[in-house]
């Protein structure tokens, strides 16, 4: 079965600085997908980033960049110039490639960007 | 951006009652899910649902679980007899066909069985 674990339950930054967020995954299938998801309080969970296993290349979204480690199973999600509007619960995330397969959700990070 | 809505926001319910749990995904959309997420755990899968039926469906979705999409338009979730073990934030989610990559969720109903 495939588990996804993030080790940080909160992490605190300071504003404009770059923070981390670690995730690591356990599979034994070759083709899937990883996510990272924020929920701001009261929100509903919205994707920040996603990677494909087939794509070396890491992913990147203005801001927020993975480190996508396929061999050590590893997918941090790095925040540059973090803002106030960042702060939020971080998921880690992982799907088979199946076209209907479920979402696996790590336990979340929470993180707290301090003005 | 459309937005799936999940209502109430916060229901609070007695052990033992049945709760009707609602939500409207994006109109175009065609899976959809339950996850829930107890305090301080992982967010779980409970069930997906395509083409009027079930698709798969964790452990956790026993007997006292059913989903349903009455109208076309709402998606809701059932807990017939509910337990402690039950109170849970619960969070919906849709997507259209193919688009394999992106699922859009709710902000979730937090559920309290007291």
């Known amino acids: 079965a495939q588990t996804v674990t993030q080790s940080q339950p909160e992490m605190s930054v300071q504003e404009a600085e770059t923070v981390t967020l670690s995730c690591t995954y356990d599979t034994s299938e070759s083709d899937y997908y990883l996510f990272w998801y924020k929920q701001p309080p009261s929100r509903q969970m919205i994707l920040v980033i996603r990677?494909?296993?087939?794509?070396?290349q890491n992913a990147t979204e203005n801001r927020f960049s993975v480190n996508f480690q396929k061999a050590a199973k590893s997918f941090s999600l790095k925040i540059s110039d973090s803002q106030l509007g960042d702060a939020a619960m971080y998921f880690c995330?992982?799907?088979?490639?199946?076209?209907?397969?479920?979402?696996?959700f790590g336990k979340g990070t929470r993180l707290h960007i301090l003005p | 951006e459309p937005e799936v809505t999940q209502t109430p926001s916060h229901q609070v319910t007695q052990m033992g009652q049945e709760v009707i749990l609602r939500c409207v995904p994006i109109?175009?959309?065609?899976?959809f899910y339950w996850y829930r997420q107890i305090l301080g755990q992982k967010v779980e899968f409970l069930v997906s649902?395509?083409?009027?039926?079930?698709?798969?469906k964790s452990e956790i979705f026993d007997d006292q679980f059913s989903v349903e999409r009455p109208d076309g338009s709402n998606f809701t979730l059932k807990i017939r007899s509910t337990k402690l073990e039950d109170s849970a934030m619960y969070f919906c989610?849709?997507?259209?066909?193919?688009?394999?990559?992106?699922?859009?969720f709710g902000q979730g109903t937090r559920l309290t069985v007291v």
């Open positions: 109109s175009n959309h065609l899976y």
């Open positions: 995330a992982y799907r088979n490639r199946r076209e209907d397969d479920k979402i696996i």
């Open positions: 989610a849709s997507r259209i066909p193919g688009a394999t990559l992106k699922a859009f």
């Open positions: 990677q494909e296993a087939y794509k070396q």
């Open positions: 649902f395509y083409n009027n039926e079930i698709s798969e």
